[in-house]
């Protein structure tokens, strides 16, 4: 400090040396003694400046007794000289509203861009997926959660139907809206069953309505003949690869019976097909004998009458009867009375074809008779037979033109008018050929 003219007296340069001293906080001021009137000292401190003393400062009195006091104390305010207006802060030296204190019971909590973050003012995060803080044009956000298989997609988006992503109620999810592949319209998986086709997978699918007794079965397969499901109103029997026309369910998944044309192995000898109970398998499927040769047929039915019947045989008279007098074979005989006439015709048959053309007749009298026969092309011949008695066989193959077919044949009897009457017999007509 300058100290200017004029010169200051002692008594002046001593008081203004107290003030600087106690200005500067000096450890010893100067100060001014007092006596009481009890004959102690008061040590005083300088008043002429206020200060607020600073944490774990002491500051000693002098109370009347004599007695000196010390204290120590934590500062919660600090008072400006100049302005006088007093700054609250917390114990731990954190300001609310401040980057990383508490927030502030204001608005806003905290001071500039700062945001309010549980309970403490934090600098702001750029918005991002996967935060767990629902921003912008989110449409969710589940932090770490996000997945393209859960809730809450990796890209914020919520997960649904049709999304190409299979979330956590989708059984699949390709992304399309076809109900003939393997996923569903509906995010479920395809399967027998749902009533949809799946193409190249299924054939069919009736929904609730498959069956194994269905149209389509319960494999959303189409119901046919060798699948061993029996298809209810259309098939009777499927024995799967065991279907065969030999067996009890024909290839057609019909039960096999007697006349169906096709022999059942075992069961039956013989299956032509038709009602005709005079050829060679008779309609219980059994063998009939037609007087040829094993495997050769013969063009004549009912051949020796086992029938009872005359038909399909004709005759000139009506007097004509079948009986068991005298029969050449089996149990009857067709008979006749006078110069009359049996007659059948049959489809063409080749007489290169033939290996025997005969038939049986017989006599009262010794008398002879007459057979005919005629052919496709509307020709006939007949040939004469010498008189004969008793059953006799009329053989006439070597007769027959080999270049045609035999459609009919005509065996004669006789009226000799001897003593006899005109009886005539008839039986086993053979007009055996190879099939």
Not at 34 to 47: E, K, L, M, N
Not at 246 to 262: F, M
């Amino acid at each position: 400090m300058h100290l200017a003219s004029p010169r200051l007296s002692n008594a002046a340069l001593a008081a203004s040396l107290l003030v600087l001293t106690s200005a500067c906080g000096t450890d010893d001021p100067l100060a001014t003694s007092a006596t009481d009137s009890d004959g102690d000292t008061d040590a005083t401190s300088s008043t002429s400046t206020s200060s607020s003393t600073t944490t774990g400062s002491t500051t000693a009195e002098t109370s009347s007794g004599g007695e000196s006091e010390s204290s120590t104390g934590v500062s919660t305010s600090t008072t400006d000289a100049t302005t006088g207006e007093t700054d609250t802060t917390t114990t731990d030296g954190c300001t609310p509203g401040v980057e990383g204190c508490p927030c502030a019971g204001d608005d806003p909590p905290c001071e500039g861009d700062l945001v309010c973050a549980d309970g403490l003012c934090v600098a702001p995060v750029d918005p991002a997926c996967g935060n767990g803080v629902l921003e912008n044009d989110e449409e969710c956000d589940d932090g770490d959660a996000n997945d393209n298989a859960a809730a809450c997609k990796a890209d914020c988006t919520v997960n649904v139907c049709g999304d190409g992503f299979a979330g956590p109620d989708e059984e699949c999810d390709d992304g399309n809206a076809e109900d003939t592949d393997a996923c569903l319209s509906s995010c479920v998986a395809a399967s027998c069953g749902d009533g949809l086709i799946q193409e190249g997978v299924e054939a069919c699918d009736d929904g609730d309505a498959n069956a194994d007794t269905a149209a389509c079965t319960s494999a959303c397969a189409v119901a046919i003949c060798g699948d061993s499901l029996i298809q209810e109103g259309v098939e009777e029997c499927d024995d799967g690869d065991a279907n065969a026309d030999t067996a009890a369910c024909t290839s057609a998944c019909l039960a096999a019976v007697c006349g169906d044309g096709l022999v059942y192995e075992d069961v039956e000898a013989c299956d032509d097909g038709n009602d005709n109970d005079n050829d060679l398998c008779s309609n219980d499927c059994l063998p009939v004998s037609n007087g040829c040769p094993d495997g050769q047929l013969n063009a004549i039915t009912n051949y020796g009458f086992e029938s009872g019947e005359l038909a399909p045989f004709t005759t000139s008279n009506m007097t004509t009867k079948i009986v068991a007098t005298n029969p050449h074979s089996g149990m009857w005989t067709a008979e006749t009375d006078g110069n009359v006439n049996v007659e059948q015709s049959f489809p063409a048959v080749p007489v290169s074809a033939l290996t025997e053309a005969s038939y049986w007749e017989w006599h009262g009298e010794d008398v002879f008779t007459v057979v005919q026969w005629g052919y496709s092309d509307n020709t006939q011949q007949q040939k004469v037979l010498p008189s004969f008695i008793d059953w006799t066989k009329i053989s006439f193959l070597a007769d027959l033109d080999p270049n045609k077919s035999l459609v009919w044949i005509r065996a004669w009897g006789y009226s000799g008018g001897g003593n006899l009457p005109d009886i005539s017999r008839f039986d086993d007509f053979l007009l055996c050929y190879e099939p």
